[in-house]
């Protein structure tokens, strides 16, 4: 997460046009063009200018010019698309673009459902935090991680930052109207009141502050860690509310209903898709124990398929499983998983000792895209070279001091390594995400804020969709609406929050958002609209949300959808403050 910070640094030292103590400026829209920040501009090096040029000269455009060159990543995408494919082939290169960005967030989701969420769910377990601490901290974190991380790196980046705006507004709008509708139209229900308006209050108090700080033009350190005591303060109401609400069901001074507060169980409720992260063939094991060798567990523990139950599926899960089983395998090897639910809590020595080894070398390895697992102690031993050595020698200690039948009194620390290295591997799929998407709004002119909005919002929405849709269809809508408004509210506090402290160092306590794009003002206005439409009329149903209100709700963003679209087309013209 911090490999934004010193990319950005090394840019404005390398540019030597900005002195020290000058405020960081992320340029949010484009009325300069797309992907060029100020010190880009003066000079007039927009990379946004390469198709104004001769098709021959585009790859020398992109080489030469310093607004182009990618911070962070494994992969330059600019050069590949200008310089690698001939100018004839360029949708080719796009549509194999495309597919890598919807692989991106295949490996996101992966990544966050099967292995960072299970582990910090066994790191709050080992911590003893009460189910509603957990779920508005730890879960809140495991589904928002795509979202946080994406924000993270765009905000390191003056030229990505309206991805970031974009993608935390556009998410919004989307979970708020296209979610929260699906589910009422699937199965109409009865809210809960009051976690409904403690969530949306605190919604709108976060879109608020927001707006004032894009109007301002800039953030300080005070207002970005006052993003994130906001949130908890949130977390401080949940707790209290939880506790009232707790002792007057005791004490009998007000009886269960459907106007009572939803309780915070979806830590409780079981797996939808049937199975814990890591658990392939849990419902195929043998009655009676067997004495299994190390090679067979560790074979057993990397295969991601269970082929009884690939037999019993249809063609289009099979397929899509297809896709996902290099992720998987490749997360298996190096992400240990921790679950509290079973007997043996996932421990797996074979699998658990060569974790000890893959952990670390993918965490040095993928920090700051491998500068650091790279550089050479001394200019003779590489970083990586040292980090198996000692590895290896801890993992032969562990594996010769247990036992394949029992997990050790530490296993729990393996959970923490878990969670260590599926943040990593979001981290460099984010990076990469990011990356993408700038070079797309280049190749097509568009905006960071537009890609946000659409293609990032959606990809990182896709998942709670379909989670909070089949826990809808599965008798549980009020859970599924209470997630709607619950989990965004951390995004946007922690993503904006976050994402801008960490561009702020003891010289540069500030950072300036330039909201030059009328379409930030109506993302903003749009996703304000939303959340008042919500508190106005679901107390006015007497919280009985049914096809109606679902029916409003997707309308409402259709047409925000399209204005949106006719801003960033320069077809409807607005003012900007």
């Known amino acids: 997460m911090g490999q934004g910070t010193t990319g950005l640094a090394g840019l404005l030292s390398l540019a030597g046009a900005l002195p020290a103590g000058t405020p960081l400026l992320l340029d949010v829209g484009h009325t300069l063009p797309p992907g060029e ?145 699906g589910i009422a139209l699937v199965k109409p229900f009865t809210a809960a009141s009051r976690p409904f308006l403690r969530d949306v209050i605190f919604y709108m108090v976060a879109v608020f502050l927001t707006f004032v700080v894009l109007y301002l033009g800039r953030i300080r350190l005070g207002e970005a860690l006052g993003y994130l005591g906001l949130y908890v303060f949130y977390v401080l109401t949940v707790v209290l509310c939880t506790w009232i609400h707790r002792r007057q069901r005791g004490d009998g001074l007000a009886p269960p209903g459907p106007w009572e507060p939803e309780m915070p169980t979806d830590v409780e409720e079981p797996d939808p898709s049937g199975t814990n992260s890591g658990d392939y063939g849990e419902e195929y094991r043998p009655l009676l124990p067997s004495q299994e060798t190390s090679l067979r567990i560790l074979t057993t523990a990397l295969s991601p398929l269970d082929y009884r139950k690939w037999r019993r599926k249809p063609w289009y899960w099979r397929l899509f499983k297809a896709f996902k089983v290099p992720v998987e395998l490749v997360l298996l090897l190096t992400v240990p998983v921790v679950d509290p639910d079973k007997d043996d809590l996932n421990w797996r020595r074979p699998l658990n000792c060569l974790h000890i080894v893959t952990s670390p070398l993918l965490c040095v390895l993928t920090l700051k895209s491998g500068t650091y697992g790279l550089y050479q102690i001394q200019g003779i031993f590489p970083v990586w070279g040292l980090v198996t050595l000692v590895a290896s020698a801890l993992a032969l200690i562990i594996f010769i001091t247990t036992s394949n039948e029992e997990p050790p009194k530490y296993h729990c620390v393996f959970a923490f390594l878990g969670f260590l290295a599926s943040a990593m591997w979001i981290n460099a799929a984010a990076t990469e995400l990011v990356n993408i998407l700038r070079t797309l709004g280049i190749i097509f002119q568009l905006s960071n804020t537009v890609l946000g909005l659409t293609l990032l919002a959606w990809g990182n929405s896709i998942g709670d969709t379909f989670s909070d849709l089949t826990m809808a269809r599965q008798g549980y809508p009020r859970m599924a609406f209470s997630a709607c408004f619950g989990g965004i509210i951390f995004n946007i506090l922690v993503g904006v929050g976050l994402g801008c402290l960490l561009q702020m160092t003891s010289s540069q306590p500030l950072v300036k958002l330039e909201p030059d794009s009328p379409l930030v003002w109506v993302l903003a206005g749009a996703l304000g609209l939303s959340l008042v439409f919500s508190f106005v009329t679901v107390p006015a149903q007497c919280f009985q949300l049914g096809r109606a209100y679902g029916v409003c709700l997707l309308s409402y963003y259709l047409l925000f959808l399209c204005v949106a679209l006719l801003t960033e087309f320069r077809v409807i013209h607005f003012s900007t403050p």
């Not at 360029?90 to 996101?108: D, H, K, M």
């Not at 989701?109 to 957990?134: D, M, Q, R, W, Y």
């Not at 928002?144 to 790196?153: I, L, Q």
Request: glycine share 10%; proline share 5%.
């Open 37 to 181: 920040d100020a010190l880009s501009h003066g000079r007039g090096l927009d990379c946004w200018e390469v198709r104004e040029h001769n098709s021959s000269e585009w790859c020398h455009f992109i080489r030469s010019n310093p607004d182009c060159q990618l911070d962070g990543g494994f992969l330059n995408y600019l050069d590949g698309v200008f310089c690698v494919f001939p100018p004839r082939l360029l949708p080719l290169a796009v549509t194999l673009y495309a597919l890598w960005l919807l692989y991106l967030f295949i490996i996101l989701g992966v990544t966050a459902e099967k292995f960072f969420c299970p582990n910090l769910s066994a790191i709050s377990t080992n911590l003893k935090l009460s189910h509603n601490v957990a779920g508005v901290t730890f879960l809140a974190f495991g589904n928002g991680a795509p979202d946080v991380f994406s924000a993270v790196v765009a905000f390191s980046d003056p030229r990505t930052a309206g991805l970031a705006i974009g993608a935390i507004f556009g998410a919004g709008v989307f979970v708020t109207t296209v979610v929260a509708g």
